[in-house]
Antibody
Framework: QVQLVQSGAEVKKPGASVKVSCKASGYTFTYFAMHWVRQAPGQRLEWMGLINTGNGHTKYSQKFQGRVTIARDTSASTAYMELSSLRSEDAAVYFCAREMASCGDYCYSYFDYWGQGTLVTVSS | DIQMTQSPSSLSASVGDRVTITCRAS??????LNWYQQKPGKAPKLLIYVASSLQSGVPSRFSGSGSGTDFTLTISSLQPEDFATYYC?????????FGQGTKLEIK
């Protein structure tokens, strides 16, 4: 069965960086793009970016451009999200999510599997 | 960016009720609309994709409709396990954006 297992909770100081991993199993890792979505306390879900796990191409939300790096290790079936220059507003739960595409005349994408979430706390 | 607005933001209902949640996009997104259910401390769970397609394993009391800018999620007969927060999400263009959520509470 498909599983996305994320790394554990992190506590970071303002200005530091955090790197969260997402290990996939139960399917061919390189066949599906991986996205990262975060959720601050009491807030809506917020899309951060994606990686084409086959060719490594990435796309980031403008909001995080320059601070976020998404990468993958195909040999380990693992995706990574690193966020730098952390500030208090970055305190959130970070999720990885697998993109499924339903294609006919057009391709529609949606997130069919999610990691369990990684809590990142930013505190001095 | 495409803005997604849900209504209502919260809703009280009873087991057995029929409920409808609305999602509006700030511009046309065709049928690039998905619905998720989230329970406290858990990851979102896909319910509906491409506006009206039911995800495998999701009970048939859930249904979705709409296209363009206006969409609805309907639960035909609320069950105790349905009390959660529901989010719509557009996948028409990046950045993919979510609605603010609708919290469904027990009356």
């Amino acid at each position: 069965q498909v599983q996305l297992v994320q790394s554990g909770a992190e506590v970071k100081k303002p200005g530091a960086s955090v790197k969260v991993s997402c290990k996939a199993s139960g399917y061919t890792f390189t066949y599906f793009a991986m996205h990262w979505v975060r959720q601050a306390p009491g807030q809506r879900l917020e899309w951060m970016g994606l990686i084409n796990t086959g060719n490594g191409h990435t796309k980031y939300s403008q909001k995080f451009q320059g601070r976020v790096t998404i990468a993958r290790d195909t040999s380990a079936s693992t995706a990574y999200m690193e966020l730098s220059s952390l500030r208090s507003e970055d305190a959130a739960v970070y999720f990885c999510a697998r993109e499924m595409a339903s294609c006919g005349d057009y391709c529609y994408s949606y997130f069919d599997y999610w990691g369990q979430g990684t809590l990142v706390t930013v505190s001095s | 960016d495409i803005q997604m607005t849900q209504s209502p933001s919260s809703l009280s209902a009873s087991v057995g009720d029929r409920v409808t949640i609305t999602c509006r996009a700030s511009q046309s997104i065709s049928s690039y609309l998905n619905w998720y259910q989230q329970k406290p401390g858990k990851a979102p769970k896909l319910l509906i994709y491409v506006a009206s397609s039911l995800q495998s394993g999701v009970p048939s009391r859930f249904s979705g409709s709409g296209s363009g800018t206006d969409f609805t999620l309907t639960i035909s007969s609320l069950q105790p396990e349905d009390f959660a927060t529901y989010y719509c999400q557009q996948s028409s263009s990046t950045p993919y954006t979510f609605g603010q959520g609708t919290k469904l509470e027990i009356k």
